[in-house]
Every structure is written in structure tokens, then in C-alpha cells.
């Protein structure tokens, strides 16, 4: 058969679009690894709106069951199918899976990023112990406690100006030995008493217990290993998008992401939407995922049912 929509992704984006394609009755087949994205391995979401605080895994729990309440004989889910590639023929898609092969007459991208990992010794063990990618997330319960950020891009400096706000002090890690965000953001960041900052360093470990305690980084100039006491680390180092599978049919911009148009969603192949943190969105949040999987599906409709 061939779908109204396909819908690639399970995150926030993907599942607000689906609950409202099932109420526009568009017959889509929704396609995911898994529900929830990136958030699933926070420990804490304070900023869906709505819900004071919630578990990543129970997010990615309560956007599953949303969609479920509301599929019925609309919403066709294949949970644990990722898409392999993307194709057009005539006027339809064709979406290839690990499992299986769909048709549809309209595409949503929905299949977010995947943030860069940070790969020392002590990384992966004290993830979600210490260690987090999501300063807007998990910033609060670092209330008066000392963490350290890792990262010199613009992302790295807004995070650590969020959590300025909650934390005793915030120290600033980066490799290179000049900072890549804007000046402006640097001097601001910076110029808090509470903050400091060390270019040019490589990291050599991450020490705990059952919870992070410190960091050791090399100074690269000096070659001295210095240790810094911490109670959290928030990792800054970017983003890579999943969207591999559609790079040779829609337009990416230097980054990798999906080029579309903010007022609508669409990307550069008529036909196909793209949502949340797989696009060239200025800014990346959970509930802007969903606001952009709404806009999108609401778009979508009406060029289902107008040609427009």
C-alpha cells in the first residue's frame, strides 16, 4: 500500500506529528529506533512545558503512550526500524528500513541528532553520574554545586551562562587554544566572577566513585596535568544529525543538516518535511521539536489535500 506519510523518527518531533496526522485521519506509517530521543538519557527534564519535572525514560514513555491512545487504525507504528535510505520515484517515496520497505506519498524527517560523546577513560562509565549533554535539562539539580563545561563553541558558552544561574561556579574546558564562540558571548560569559575558563587543553580522565568527583586535563602549552574537583560535567562538542540516509535527495547545509523553510518546514524536494534536531533550525529544544513536527503536519495536510 502506499501511505499519505511517512513519518522517520520517535522523538518529540516525530510523535507530535503523528498524534496529529491520526487526528487529520492521514493513513501514516511511523517509523523508529526507539521513542523519546537524545532526552531518554537525561536524568531530569524541567523544561516540557507542562511537567514540572520528568525522567528521561519516563518521557520517552509518555510520548509513546500519546501516540498509541490516538493511532488506532491510522497510525501504523514500526517500533525498532531505522531507515537504511530515502528515495523518490515518480510521486512517491520509498523509504527502505533494516526490516522492510514502505511507500508514501508525503515524508516527514523527523530523526533528530545524536550529540558527540565525549571518549576519555571515565566517559562512559560516569554518564548520567555526573556526566550530561543538557545544560537546559539537568542544569537545576546543580544548584550551588561546581561543575565544568567542555566545549568553545557558542553552545558550550550558552551553556555555561544557563548554568551560572544554579551553580556555586563553572569552569570551561576547551581543546583548542582560542575560544570559537562570539567575542561578545565570550567576554560576557567570562567576565563572571564565578566562571573560569582554560584553552588549549586535552582531557585525560574523569575520576568518581559512584558519582563524578574530578577531571584531569593536560595544559598543552605547559604539559602539566592539572585536576579540577567537580560535581558535574556538561559536554559542549556538538551535534552530529542523523541524516545520512537522505543526503544524495534533500539539500544539507555544511553541518549535515536538512535545509527547510522555518515558516513551514519544508525542505528542498517537494514532498518532504523535515523536524527538530535533524534541521537547520536556529535553536533546538524539545518543545520547539514538537512545535516544528505540528507545523509541519499541518502543512503537509493541506498539501496532501490541495497540491499547494
Request: hydrophobic share 35%.
Amino acid at each position: 500500500m502506499t501511505y499519505d506519510l511517512a513519518i522517520i523518527g520517535g522523538g518529540p518531533a516525530g510523535i507530535a506529528a503523528g498524534v496529529y496526522a491520526s487526528r487529520k485521519r492521514l493513513k501514516t506509517v511511523l517509523i523508529t529506533s526507539g521513542f523519546g530521543g537524545q532526552s531518554i538519557e537525561s536524568e531530569g527534564i524541567e523544561n516540557w512545558i507542562g511537567t514540572p519535572k520528568i525522567p528521561g525514560v519516563d518521557f520517552a514513555k509518555s510520548l509513546e503512550n500519546h501516540l498509541k491512545t490516538y493511532s488506532g487504525d491510522i497510525i501504523d507504528i514500526k517500533e525498532g526500524e531505522y531507515c537504511k535510505s530515502l528515495s523518490q520515484e515518480e510521486k512517491e517515496f520509498s523509504i527502505e528500513t533494516n526490516s522492510e520497505n514502505y511507500k508514501a506519498k508525503t515524508v516527514l524527517i523527523a530523526t533528530g541528532s545524536k550529540r558527540r560523546k565525549l571518549e576519555i577513560p571515565g566517559a562512559k562509565e560516569f554518564e548520567n553520574k555526573g556526566i550530561t549533554y543538557c545544560a537546559s535539562c539537568d542544569g537545576p539539580m546543580y544548584t550551588d554545586k561546581n561543575v565544568v563545561v567542555i566545549g568553545g563553541g557558542n553552545a558550550a558558552f550558552e551553556a555555561a551562562s544557563q548554568l551560572l544561574a544554579y551553580c556555586k561556579s563553572v569552569t570551561l574546558l576547551q581543546r583548542s587554544p582560542d575560544y570559537r564562540a562570539d567575542p561578545v558571548t565570550v567576554k560576557k560569559v567570562l567576565s563572571n566572577p564565578r566562571m573560569k575558563a582554560f584553552a588549549g587543553t586535552e582531557f585525560i580522565e574523569i575520576k568518581g566513585d559512584k558519582f563524578v568527583s574530578s577531571i584531569i586535563f593536560k595544559n598543552t602549552e605547559t604539559g602539566e596535568n592539572i585536576e579540577i574537583p567537580t560535581d558535574g560535567i556538561f559536554v559542549e562538542i556538538g551535534n552530529v544529525p542523523a541524516t545520512d540516509f537522505a543526503k544524495n535527495l534533500v539539500k544539507l547545509d555544511g553541518l549535515n543538516r536538512i535545509v527547510t523553510d522555518p515558516r513551514n518546514q519544508r525542505t528542498s524536494v517537494d514532498g518532504i518535511w523535515a523536524a527538530g534536531d535533524c534541521t537547520d533550525g536556529l535553536y533546538h529544544q524539545n518543545n520547539i521539536a514538537a512545535g516544528d513536527g505540528v507545523k509541519a503536519l499541518e502543512d503537509i495536510y493541506l498539501f496532501i489535500h490541495t497540491g499547494k
